[in-house]
């Protein structure tokens, strides 16, 4: 069965970010982890030579806190929580290649020898670094002396005064644009990479890249007292991992993976990788990685999880209470991460969500196709695979439909449009069930004179499955691995090295035996599932005790921060509560201060008359379009049609909603307010949303009805 072109293999390396291991991994960290073994999965399939690294990034104020609040020296205290990390990748079945942390001691090297090229190349500096540091929030208050205390908890903040090594960013802010423009992928998706070139654009400062004070991190080459900013530090991980620190520059290894194709972050930490990293390797004349790819975040309970606010989701109850039901617990999580997250924006967990997923399109759906025509063959054929003959037109409309959806899944993977891809084989497993119903083979059956047609169908549908289980091996490896074996085929899909290849039409063979139809996707009773999953949640808690006061403050998020610092970024960044884009994180720069164009209700608003309701007049409206405001990466400029006119407003729902996704959405307008202008931009009216969870993400308010535009809400 393997077709499989022998050309010299391409390689490609892809890497999640390097976790702090101050906390355990939630379904949030997991997230990117399990990407990107999707990614390392097809990639594998395509025929990619793949190297796939993950790790931890142990240095810094942080951990170093946290591992002084637990009593422990920090050494030990990261060596116990890495653990963590590797024992749940082992649990969710992450196939990854290379695992580097960064308290290993080639790193030291690894790191040092970035600085020193750096150094050769006159892009660092040492100076006088001044300014105020709120240690309960972790930032930069100021640069200078003023304002004392902390603009976020009031505390005071400590005036730090210290020599710093500094990076000279500034100096590659046109290196950097220029990069942006010839290599429009580099930062994906295209909304975010618009959004680091305004930053860019804005102006870069120079940041310091040392700390004095700070013991737990890597010494500054020939400068012992001071050590390397955690960041630098972290980034430079990339390449430990793969072996930068041997010989004079690196192993052959390295030489070989070296530049990265694909780094894979969460939206918050996009600022490190696509405007510092790039200039620290262009200062130290390396080569650039591919694309950066920042994602969404993954909410719970219409919240950023985050361990201190306590809405915090594990993985490990969720895969133990779906495998209790006989269901694949790793795969239904998966699967519904990939499919019910449009891949770059943010998207909410819920277990109801999973459970309805798991059971819609993995226990119905899919399910019941599998188990049908397994049955069938067993019935009707002993437990082999029927031999077809003539084919009708139907047949040949699902063998079209089989190749279409293979190069569908396969064009909108390599885009990392996830869901889209797995849209393209529901359309074909939807087909097949209608193909069945259309055919029905349990009456062919009962014809003799028949047999030869239902052994056709038989045949078709088996087939037609298979092309399923191989597209669909990335995202449920265990479950399509299954599936395979079932239909009596050898090997393995992850075995084919192109899918489109080896997709060939006809490889399921006649005479093969069939598995017994066992079902690989048994339905989960909504109540009980969740009883269980809640049950299983809770004990895992009462198995991990919530961090102490003290351990919490030193792992808490830290904000937006000013430039000359050398602070991790948040350490659990869903909890960032600043109005900062979160690509722009902690360290660095100032929050720029956007008026926002949502309707907030006070939480003590008093109470109004009616008449004074009556004054307020809303509008329904349909966005007819929708662009982003350049510097202003909260806002987006709409056009909305009243009816009677199209009305331009600004709203602050950048961060959440993408522009296009905007258009054609009927939604409701304040339409008697005063004009403003909003960053030059005249805004006539006010889109209305309700403000969700303690960072206020807005969520428009729409309407499940139609409703002509222009209606009057009351
Ligand atoms: N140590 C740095 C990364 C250094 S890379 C050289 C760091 N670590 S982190 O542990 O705080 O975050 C790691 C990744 O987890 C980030 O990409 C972050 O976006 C991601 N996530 C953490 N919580 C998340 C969600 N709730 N949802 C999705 N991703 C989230 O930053």
Redesign the pocket.
């Known amino acids: 069965m393997s077709q499989s072109t022998n050309q010299t293999m391409s390689k490609f390396y892809l890497t999640?970010?390097?976790?702090?291991p101050n906390a355990r991994?939630?379904?949030?960290?997991a997230?990117?982890t399990i990407v990107c073994d999707v990614i390392a999965r097809y990639k594998r399939m395509c025929g990619y030579d793949v190297a796939y690294l993950t790790g931890t990034?142990e240095h810094g104020e942080k951990l170093q806190r946290a591992a002084e609040a637990a009593g422990i020296a920090p050494a030990d205290f990261v060596a116990e929580k890495r653990k963590l990390f590797i024992d749940l990748w082992k649990k969710l079945g992450i196939d990854y290649s290379h695992f580097v942390y960064t308290d290993q001691p080639e790193h030291v090297k690894s790191v040092q020898r970035l600085i020193r090229l750096a150094q050769k190349n006159e892009s660092i500096y040492k100076s006088h670094y001044q300014g105020r540091y709120c240690v309960h929030d972790e930032r930069y208050v100021s640069d200078g002396t003023d304002p004392a205390d902390c603009d976020i908890c009031g505390r005071p903040a400590e005036l730090i005064n210290e020599q710093n090594y500094f990076f000279k960013l500034s100096a590659f802010q046109d290196r950097l644009l220029d990069l942006y423009d010839k290599r429009p992928d580099f930062v994906q998706p295209d909304y975010r990479m618009n959004e680091v070139k305004s930053f860019v654009k804005g102006g870069l400062r120079d940041i310091s890249i040392s700390r004095r004070r700070l013991k737990w991190g890597i010494p500054w080459p020939d400068d012992p007292e001071e050590v390397v900013y955690?960041?630098y530090d972290?980034?430079a991980?990339?390449m430990t991992g793969i072996g930068y620190a041997e010989g004079e520059s690196g192993s052959a290894e390295f030489h070989k993976l070296w530049p990265a194709d694909l780094h894979m972050?969460?939206?918050?930490?996009l600022r490190?990788?696509a405007v510092y990293w790039p200039a620290f390797l262009m200062a130290a004349e390396l080569p650039l990685p591919q694309t950066v790819f920042a994602?969404?975040?993954?909410?719970?309970e219409q919240d950023?999880?985050s361990k201190s606010k306590g809405n915090v989701v594990y993985p490990e109850p969720i895969v133990d209470a779906l495998d209790s039901f006989g269901a694949p617990g790793n795969d239904a999580l998966r699967y519904y991460l990939l499919r019910d997250t449009p891949f770059g924006q943010d998207a909410s967990f819920s277990y109801d969500g999973l459970i309805q997923r798991y059971n819609s399109d993995l226990a119905n759906d899919l399910g019941n196709l599998v188990s049908r025509t397994l049955t069938m063959m067993v019935q009707y054929f002993e437990g082999t695979v029927p031999s077809p003959s003539t084919l009708t037109t139907g047949d040949d409309d699902v063998r079209n439909l089989a190749e279409r959806a293979a190069d569908e899944f396969n064009g909108c993977f390599r885009h990392y449009w996830f869901p889209q891809g797995l849209d393209a084989v529901w359309t074909l497993i939807a087909k097949l069930n209608q193909y069945l119903v259309e055919n029905q083979p349990w009456v062919l059956a009962k014809d003799p004179h028949k047999r030869d047609r239902l052994a056709t169908v038989l045949w078709i549908t088996g087939e037609s499955v298979r092309f399923a289980a191989a597209l669909l091996y990335p995202v449920i490896p265990k479950a399509a691995m299954k599936v395979w074996r079932h239909l009596g085929l050898g090997g393995s899909p992850a075995d084919m090295t192109d899918v489109r290849i080896q997709l060939v039409w006809g490889g399921l063979e006649p005479g093969a035996k069939v598995g017994k139809p066992e079902a690989i996707f048994p339905r989960l009773d909504k109540a009980v599932t969740l009883a269980k999953l809640n049950e299983l949640a809770e004990a895992d808690r009462k198995g991990h005790p919530a961090p102490t006061e003290k351990e919490k403050t030193s792992v808490e998020t830290p904000s937006g921060e000013k430039p000359a610092t050398s602070e991790?970024?948040?350490?659990?960044?869903?909890a960032a509560p600043v109005a900062t884009p979160e690509w722009q994180g902690s360290t660095g720069f100032q929050p720029v201060k956007e008026e926002t164009a949502r309707m907030a209700v006070p939480q003590t608003a008093s109470k109004i008359s009616i008449e004074d309701f009556a004054k307020v007049e809303m509008r329904v409206g349909e966005i007819i379009s929708a662009e982003p405001i350049p510097k202003a990466t909260k806002l987006l400029k709409l056009q909305v049609d009243i009816g009677t006119e199209v009305r331009q407003v600004c709203a602050g729902i950048a961060e959440h909603y993408q522009p296009e996704q905007l258009v054609g959405m009927k939604v409701v307008l304040v339409t008697n307010l005063q004009p403003r202008k909003l960053r030059g931009v005249e805004s006539n009216g006010m889109i209305v949303a309700a403000s969700v969870g303690d960072d206020g993400r807005p969520v428009l308010v729409t309407f499940k009805e139609d409703v002509p535009k222009g209606a009057r809400l009351r």
């Open positions: 999640t970010p390097l976790y702090y991994p939630h379904v949030g960290s997230y990117t990034d955690v960041w972290a980034l991980g990339y972050i969460g939206k918050d930490i490190f990788h994602h969404g975040w993954i909410y719970y950023k999880m991790p970024a948040e350490a659990q960044p869903v």
